[in-house]
């Protein structure tokens, strides 16, 4: 199994950037499907972005496509969250999931079985 560890987060001016990273160890991250949610106080966990393992497909949350983006470095074995031209709608906290095979199920929570701790973003306006 793997274990996920976030980082990166913190205090930004809307319009600002921040990159998260997920730490994994234990499996390396070319041998699962990743992906990041958020979740804001008083709302459900929400899909962000995720990377597939086969051809290293991204997908994207309407909400963030072309401002976020999801990448992964093998040789730190560590996936990042690149967000730009962040917006106070973006505040939450921020978590990185990973499991082997989320199939159609990569936009959705129950779709991934390993969880980092999560990471918080805050976006003044």
């Known amino acids: 199994q793997v274990q996920l560890v976030e980082s990166g987060g913190g205090l930004v001016q809307a319009g600002g950037s921040l990159r998260l990273s997920c730490a994994a160890s234990g499996r390396t991250i070319s041998s699962y499907d990743l992906g990041w949610f958020r979740q804001a106080p008083g709302k459900e966990r929400e899909f962000v972005a995720a990377k597939r393992r086969s051809r290293g497909s991204t997908y994207y949350a309407d909400s963030v496509k072309g401002r976020f983006t999801i990448s992964g470095d093998n040789a730190k074995n560590t996936v990042y969250l690149q967000m730009n031209s962040l917006k106070p709608e973006d505040t939450a906290v921020y978590y990185c999931?990973?499991?082997?095979?989320?199939?159609?199920?990569?936009?959705?929570?129950?779709?991934?079985?390993?969880w980092g701790q999560g990471t918080q973003v805050t976006v003044s306006s």
């Open positions: 999931a990973a499991d082997a095979y989320t199939g159609s199920n990569y936009y959705t929570a129950r779709g991934y079985g390993y």
